[in-house]
Nanobody
Framework: QVDVVESGGGLVQAGDSLRLSCAAS????????VGWFRQSPGKEREFVSG????????YNQDSAKGRFTISRDNAKNTVYLQMNSLKSEDTAVYYC????????????????????WGQGTQVTVSS
């Protein structure tokens, strides 16, 4: 079992930045890939960004490229999502998810492939 807790959400203006954090329990965290997803009212949950266990490979969905950066600190069992130049369309609940497949070399963009999820953190961007 892995417990996942997101933090760092809030209300900001368009153009501002936020850094989300995802803290996870368990000694195996350093061997798991992590993804960030988001969901806004009336829309399906969508992949935002992901990172492999070592941090050597990251992947952003198109709307996040050039604005969002994912990173991880395995010593702290924490993954970060730095979000810059926020837009109103970034407004959503952001979820961190753990894919408990050891040493996966690629980032999955499919929610069903992630096994542990946090409760989400709200990000609201006003225009």
């Amino acid at each position: 079992q892995v417990d996942v807790v997101e933090s760092g959400g809030g209300l900001v203006q368009a153009g501002d930045s936020l850094r989300l954090s995802c803290a996870a329990s368990g000694r195996s965290f350093s061997s798991y890939a992590v993804g960030w997803f988001r969901q806004s009212p009336g829309k399906e949950r969508e992949f935002v960004s992901g990172i492999t266990w070592s941090g050597s490979t990251t992947y952003n969905q198109d709307s996040a490229k050039g604005r969002f950066t994912i990173s991880r600190d395995n010593a702290k069992n924490t993954v970060y999502l730095q979000m810059n130049s926020l837009k109103s369309e970034d407004t959503a609940v952001y979820y961190c998810a753990i894919r408990s497949r050891h040493w996966a070399a690629v980032v999955s963009t499919t929610a069903a492939e992630y096994d542990y999820w946090g409760q989400g953190t709200q990000v609201t961007v006003s225009s």
